[in-house]
């Protein structure tokens, strides 16, 4: 199982950056595909982005497809979620979780997240 903690959110202007985490503090990180996932104010939770447990395969929304970039490292069992050119439709609550790969169902339990506010 896994067991997520996501941090690195935060306050930033439009066109800024921000780095995301995401730890487990689970056993078998190592075996999942990982995922981002984003819920605005009003809004049902949507995908953002996905890597394969090898790391060799990742995937994006259309929507942050050239902004925002998904990484790992199996060793520090954390996942990140690097966001460039932020714009104030990313203002969200952002989540990993283990995605099923292709449909993108959330296989684990949700963490608490972490607030990413972008002011224009």
């Known amino acids: 199982q896994v067991q997520l903690v996501e941090s690195g959110g935060g306050l930033v202007q439009a066109g800024e950056s921000l780095r995301l985490s995401c730890a487990d503090t689970g056993r078998t990180f190592s075996s999942y595909h990982m995922g981002w996932f984003r819920q605005a104010p009003g809004k049902e939770r949507e995908f953002v982005a996905a890597i394969s447990w090898s790391t060799i395969s990742r995937y994006y929304a259309d929507s942050v497809k050239g902004r925002f970039t998904i990484s790992r490292d199996n060793a520090k069992k954390t996942v990140y979620l690097q966001m460039n050119s932020l714009k104030p439709e990313d203002t969200a609550v952002y989540y990993c979780?283990?995605?099923?790969?292709?449909?993108?169902?959330?296989?684990?339990?949700w963490g608490q997240g972490t607030q990413v506010t972008v002011s224009s």
């Open positions: 979780n283990a995605p099923k790969w292709g449909s993108w169902e959330a296989l684990a339990a």
